[in-house]
């Protein structure tokens, strides 16, 4: 029968392996793994045992920690809200959802997604919540006759000229900026509410969405739908 110190020893160590897979996590549990090292080292188990559970855990923390991110990703988005983005046949500029205003539009659901259906303003008053973390998000443009056609997702990073993937810069994507961005105060106690923005362009024509003026006058707008749905 083993003893204690090295069932102690091997438990630590086992579990703050699988903990650590989590680097974010590292700074906690290495402590921990050393001390749990230390204690199987002063077991009686053999010198090569000792010797197996102490490198072993080092060699295939890397790879694991790999694996554990594809697979976290994987489900992750498997097991997110899925949401259809659809805007107007040929729309670009700033697109808002104004999350859980009464007056909003009613969560429609299609094929087990959730349907947002933009205006032509590209501002969007939802009854629904949209949630954080994993995503699985799709974008569309929406004919009037219910025809769609995909919108390719654009990560920021990608507007620079540097950037490691290629990206055209004449064709249209969908850019997300985040929640809750304004560039003024929201009046009439508006500020309760949580907002989701992105812009629907070119890459040869983002930075106009961006300057302060088109924010400006794009907010104010928000901000007299909103109270007129109140």
């Known amino acids: 029968m083993k003893d204690k110190k090295y069932i102690i020893g091997l438990t630590i160590i086992s579990?703050?392996?699988l903990v650590s897979l989590n680097p974010y996590l590292l700074i906690?549990?290495?402590?921990?793994f050393i001390f749990g090292v230390g204690v199987l080292w002063f077991s009686k188990s053999k010198i090569l045992t000792k010797t197996l559970w102490t490198i072993l855990p080092l060699i295939f923390w890397y790879p694991l920690m790999h694996l554990f991110f594809y697979l976290s990703?994987?489900?992750g988005t498997a097991t997110a809200q899925?949401?259809?983005f659809n805007f107007p046949d040929n729309f670009k500029g700033k697109a808002i959802v104004v999350q859980q205003i009464d007056c909003g539009q009613e969560i429609i659901k299609k094929d087990g997604r959730e349907q947002l259906n933009f205006p032509e303003n590209g501002i969007l008053l939802y009854k629904g919540k949209i949630e954080s973390g994993y995503i699985n998000?799709?974008?569309f443009y929406l004919t009037k006759t219910g025809d769609r056609t995909k919108i390719p997702?654009?990560?920021?990073?990608?507007f620079w000229e540097d950037a490691k993937t290629v990206t055209s810069s004449s064709e249209v994507g969908v850019?997300?900026?985040g929640m809750g961005m304004a560039t003024q105060i929201p009046p009439d106690k508006l500020s309760e509410y949580k907002y989701l923005e992105m812009i629907v362009s070119s890459k040869d024509s983002l930075e106009k969405y961006y300057d302060f003026q088109y924010n400006k006058q794009t907010d104010s707008l928000k901000y007299e739908i909103m109270k007129q749905c109140r």
């Open 15 to 17: 579990l703050t392996f």
């Open 137 to 139: 998000h799709q974008y």
């Open 73 to 75: 990703g994987i489900i």
């Open 28 to 32: 906690f549990t290495v402590p921990v």
């Open 153 to 158: 997702e654009r990560a920021n990073y990608m």
């Open 82 to 84: 899925k949401l259809d």
């Open 175 to 177: 850019w997300f900026e």
